[in-house]
Nanobody, 124 residues
């Protein structure tokens, strides 16, 4: 079992930056691929970024490519999402997810564990 706790969400102006963190419990974190998803009010949960178990492979949604960077520190059991050049349309609850496989995935049903989410609000 893995427990995930996100942090770092807050209100920020358009053009600003935020770094989200996701702390994972358990000794098997380094064998899990991780992902970030987001859900805006009235919309479905969408994939944002993913990273393989070693951090050697990453994948991004087109909407965030070039602005967001996903990374991980396996010694600290933590995955990060650095968000730059934020836009109002990035406003959402951001969720961290883990899957019991090594490789990156973008479908939410491919992930086995989810955090509770952290709110990111970007004002115009």
């Amino acid at each position: 079992q893995v427990q995930l706790v996100e942090s770092g969400g807050r209100l920020v102006q358009a053009g600003g930056s935020l770094r989200l963190s996701c702390a994972a419990s358990g000794r098997t974190f380094s064998s899990y691929a991780m992902g970030w998803f987001r859900q805006a009010p009235g919309k479905e949960r969408d994939f944002v970024a993913g990273i393989s178990d070693s951090g050697g492979s990453t994948y991004y949604a087109d909407s965030v490519k070039g602005r967001f960077t996903v990374s991980r520190d396996n010694a600290q059991n933590t995955v990060y999402l650095q968000m730059n050049s934020l836009k109002p349309e990035d406003t959402a609850v951001y969720y961290c997810a883990a899957r019991r496989l090594r490789w990156v995935a973008s479908q939410s049903e491919s992930f086995d564990y989810w955090g509770q989410g952290t709110q990111v609000t970007v004002s115009s």
